[in-house]
């Protein structure tokens, strides 16, 4: 087991690809659609980069702030809830800013919205009033971030939790859904559609990523070995 003391949300990212950035990091499949996206872990970062950079920059957001995210199991989703935490946000019920994929109800003065289109696409059409096209906006930020200060372990991340907690639960969920350390997993998004499953669990084992949208169960044993990953556990 990787010693994942002092690790943060926003850090795990860089400890999981720290051994190949190159590698491909989180594979993203929509049977729905025929999409599949593939991200290395130096484009994911650069998409978590520039998510950070909008927050700080763009709303003028950071350490002690929140964020509402309402988006399903999305590589896009990973962007934001790193970005998120990057910037030192932690992500909360009723937040300062708010991503969604369809237009909610909320107060707050910055609200993002995410087509989940493919390729990362900008959203055709005309935008809700008091909406911005997430994909335009965040291309304009750049692809590295340096923050004031470091974010802390003992700062809140998730819905009151700390970083240090989340991560600790994202360790012992990994062993749990029997993620492989340093290898690939499936994940079917329908079925697990907490972060901590998806996302974090699997990041501390070094794990690389394969999320599926409404996968086909008949594909998935041929999925799992053209992508030489191991089906999550339902656990």
Not at 25 to 31: A, G, M, Q, R
Not at 176 to 198: F, N, Q
């Amino acid at each position: 087991m990787r010693d994942l003391s002092g690790q943060t949300a926003a850090s795990l990212l860089g400890h999981a690809t720290a051994p190949d950035p190159a590698q491909p990091l989180l594979t993203w499949y929509d049977d729905g659609t025929g999409e599949r996206v593939e991200l290395s872990g130096v484009t994911l970062a650069n998409w978590v980069a520039k998510t950070a950079n909008l927050l700080v920059d763009g709303c003028g957001l950071g350490a002690g702030d929140t964020a509402t995210v309402l988006l399903p199991p999305h590589w896009q989703t990973a962007a934001v809830l790193i970005g998120c935490w990057t910037a030192g946000l932690s992500v909360e019920a009723d937040g300062d800013v708010v991503f969604a994929s369809s237009p909610a109800e909320s107060a707050a003065a910055d609200r993002y919205l995410l087509g989940l289109a493919p390729m990362g696409l900008p959203i055709r059409g005309p935008l809700p009033a008091g909406w911005l096209d997430y994909v335009a906006e965040v291309r304009q930020h750049g692809d590295h971030f340096t923050p004031v200060a470091p974010v802390r372990p003992d700062q809140p991340a998730l819905a009151g939790e700390t970083h240090a907690a989340l991560v600790a639960r994202a360790v012992g969920r990994a062993g749990e859904l029997g993620i492989p350390a340093g290898g690939r997993v499936l994940v079917d998004a329908g079925a697990h559609a907490d972060p901590v499953d998806w996302l974090l669990a699997p990041l501390t084992a070094g794990a690389s990523i394969v999320l599926c949208k409404d996968l086909d169960e008949t594909a998935r044993a041929g999925r799992a070995a053209a992508e030489r990953a191991v089906v999550l556990s339902p656990a």
